[in-house]
């Protein structure tokens, strides 16, 4: 996803979908480049969502039932 700030400064998202079941453990980061790491099911809102992955989960038919 391409985004131009008022500024003049571009972005370029990249939003990577993985579809998971039967998951067990606790996800860890294995670099330095990670904040945090979680899983969420897709039954409930997840809060804090950046609008343009809600859309494209929207989208896809992940997010159907809120």
């Not at 998202?13 to 330095?32: Q, S, T």
């Amino acid at each position: 996803m391409y985004y131009k700030y008022p500024n003049g400064d571009e972005i370029y998202n990249v939003m990577a979908v993985y579809e998971a079941h039967e998951v067990y453990g606790i996800p860890r980061i294995n670099d330095d480049e990670g904040l945090e790491l979680r899983y969420f099911s897709l039954d409930e809102p997840i809060e804090e969502l950046n609008p343009f992955t809600e859309y494209y989960l929207r989208k896809a038919g992940y997010i159907n039932k809120w």
